[in-house]
């Protein structure tokens, strides 16, 4: 599974947050609702019959951004189709009785009216404009939008963007949905964005980190126990030394072959007289033979 952009995760955390929220918001999670809350066109219409094609509607100002628009409304609805098929999101739809006619629109219906006919909108409160010019008998319309307190500006929608693609379909499909976040999304959220996957890759580094710092401390605790052992050996060895008792080479020689069996990084040279010493041997000094370092005072 690929990771998600920052905006692809605020959009994720969103879902599951308004599904927290309770049936009272569900409207929110309908997919319509999203695209017209996120993306900047004026209308959208979609048909999705036997010739697919998207139109684009923006105003005058915004006639250029059509296909920015596009592409972004597309990189939205593959993105809810990608969450659907991860197991992360489903799909509910409304049941209506609206009659089939073959296409949808989006646009704030609140404020504006379609007219299937000419494929134009207008504003529900409006005033036009050829009615204050004498002598026009064109017949052409000049829709003055109210903007409040009683301030009117001309009504213009840029030329329409017609895209002949089975994108239509996708957003028949989606576009009228309701996300339903499942318990896979709300878990991704509550760990900090994180996949299962991650999360098992987690436990399995903590596990290994754990493993690793156990064997270092077995070591260290192998490492003192051999020093333990050295010096108990030598100590065995000494105090018969004490009570005028000959040391056995065949004992020297053992202490000599036990101290050299471990990797101890500096060389260390033992002595044995009233005490015993052992004293590090700088690696370039030249060393005698090991029965002249272990040395035996005389009786």
């Known amino acids: 599974m690929r990771k998600f952009t920052d905006k692809e995760n605020k959009w994720i955390k969103d879902f599951v947050e308004l599904k927290d929220k309770g049936l009272s918001h569900l409207q929110e999670l309908q997919v319509a609702k999203i695209l017209r809350a996120e993306f900047s066109f004026f209308a959208l219409k979609w048909t999705y019959r036997e010739k697919p094609q998207i139109s684009l ?76 010019i004498p002598g026009d008998s064109s017949g052409n319309e000049f829709p003055m939008e109210k903007m409040g307190n009683d301030v009117y500006v001309l009504f213009q929608i840029g030329q329409t963007q017609n895209i002949n693609l089975d994108f239509a379909y996708d957003l028949q499909k989606y576009g009228l949905g309701i996300i339903y976040p499942l318990p896979l999304a709300v878990d991704y959220v509550n760990n900090n964005f994180k996949t299962l996957e991650d999360q098992y890759h987690d436990d399995e580094m903590k596990v ?3 493993s690793a710092e156990e064997s270092r401390k077995a070591a260290n605790t192998a490492f003192w126990s051999f020093i333990v052992a050295i010096v108990s050996l030598i100590v065995s060895i000494v105090i018969p030394m004490c009570s005028s008792q000959k040391i056995d080479p065949d004992q020297i020689t053992t202490i000599e072959k036990t101290i050299k069996g471990v990797r101890i990084e500096e060389p260390l040279t033992v002595e044995i007289k009233d005490t015993v010493l052992t004293k590090p041997v700088s690696v370039n000094e030249q060393t005698t033979s090991s029965h002249q370092l272990l040395s035996i005072p005389s009786k």
């Open 208 to 210: 290994a980190l754990d």
């Open 57 to 132: 509607y923006n105003r005058m100002k915004d006639k250029d951004k059509a296909e920015k628009q596009y592409y972004d409304i597309c990189d939205f609805i593959y993105f809810i189709k990608e969450l659907e098929s991860l197991g992360f999101i489903a799909i509910q739809k409304f049941y209506s009785k609206k009659e089939d006619v073959g296409y949808n629109v989006l646009y704030d219906r609140d404020k504006y009216i379609y007219d299937e006919k000419t494929d134009q909108f207008r504003p529900t409160e409006c005033t036009d404009l050829s009615s204050f």
